[in-house]
C-alpha cells in the first residue's frame, strides 16, 4: 500500500517532467556531420558535432577542411554548411500556431553556405536575417547560397534576396547572382562565372531529393541530405528552377542608401 501511495503521489511530477521536456524542443539540431565539425554552446569549450546535437540560440558552427555539415530547424527549414566555415544562430522564436511571430537571425561570418527557408521565412520575411562582415541577407522565401571570399557572393536559387549594408540594396531574384564587396559599397549584380572557382561547388553537391520527404510541422516536400524541406519550399524551388530557365537566369535591382 505503501509503494502505490509513493507512486501515486510522484506520477504527477513525471506527467510535469515529461510535458516540459515535449514543450522545450531544440530550436534545431545538426542532422548531418561530415569530417571536422565543431559545435560551440555558447562559451563552452568546442565539441566534435553529432548527429542529434542540438542547435540553439548562441551556438556556433565549425567546419573543418573537406568537411560539411547540414543542420534542420523546427519551422522546416534548412541550412547546409561546406568546409572551412563558420555559421552562429544568434536568435530563433517559432510556435507551430504561430509562424507569423517567429524569428532567425544568424550570423555567417567564414565560408560557404546554403540556406533554404522554412515556415519563418515563408510567413515572417522580416523576421528572417543572416548578418555577414559585408552585408545582411533578407529574404522572400528563398533557396540561397552565400559564399564570403575578398567580399561576399551570393546566388539565389529560388525566391529573392536582399543584401543590405551602408550603400544600399542589391535586390537578387531567382537565378541570379550577386557580389557585395564591402559593409560600405552597395552589391552589384554578376554572371555565374564572376563567383570564384569551386566557391559553391560543394553546397551544389549536396543533392536535392524526390519529393516525398517531410519537415517537422511541415507537409511533404523535398529534401537535402536527407532532411525534409517543407512544401512551399519544394514549390518555390520548382518554380525557381523553371523561371530561371526560361528567362535564362534572374535579375537584380540597385536601391542606394541617400
Known amino acids: 500500500m505503501t509503494n502505490t501511495k509513493t507512486v501515486l503521489s510522484i506520477f504527477p511530477f513525471l506527467v510535469a517532467l515529461f510535458s516540459g521536456s515535449a514543450v522545450a524542443a531544440p530550436a534545431g539540431q545538426v542532422q548531418d556531420a561530415s569530417g571536422d565539425v565543431r559545435i560551440v554552446m555558447r562559451t563552452a569549450t568546442p565539441k566534435f558535432a553529432r548527429s542529434g546535437d542540438a542547435v540553439e540560440p548562441g551556438t556556433s558552427i565549425l567546419t573543418g577542411e573537406r568537411s560539411r555539415a547540414v543542420l534542420k530547424f523546427s519551422d522546416g527549414q534548412v541550412v547546409a554548411l561546406s568546409s572551412n566555415s563558420t555559421f552562429r544562430l544568434d536568435d530563433y522564436k517559432f510556435e507551430q500556431s504561430a509562424p507569423e511571430r517567429g524569428a532567425f537571425v544568424a550570423s555567417f561570418l567564414r565560408g560557404a553556405a546554403r540556406f533554404v527557408t522554412g515556415l519563418i521565412g515563408d510567413r515572417n520575411r522580416l523576421g528572417w536575417r543572416v548578418d555577414t562582415p559585408t552585408a545582411t541577407a533578407g529574404i522572400r522565401g528563398t533557396d540561397l547560397l552565400l559564399g564570403l ?110
Open 149 to 258: 571570399r575578398q567580399g561576399m557572393y551570393a546566388n539565389v536559387k529560388a525566391g529573392g534576396v536582399g543584401l543590405t549594408n551602408s550603400g544600399g540594396t542589391l535586390v537578387v531574384e531567382a537565378g541570379g547572382y550577386g557580389y557585395v564587396a564591402s559593409a560600405t559599397t552597395i552589391g552589384v549584380g554578376i554572371e555565374a562565372a564572376a563567383v570564384p572557382a569551386g566557391l559553391f561547388t560543394e553546397l551544389e553537391g549536396i543533392a536535392l531529393g524526390a519529393v516525398g520527404g517531410s519537415a517537422a510541422g511541415a507537409g511533404g516536400g523535398l529534401s537535402i541530405g536527407g532532411v525534409g524541406l517543407p512544401t512551399a519550399a519544394a514549390i518555390a524551388l520548382g518554380i525557381g528552377a523553371a523561371a530561371a530557365a526560361a528567362a535564362g537566369g534572374g535579375e537584380t535591382t540597385v536601391t542606394t542608401h541617400h
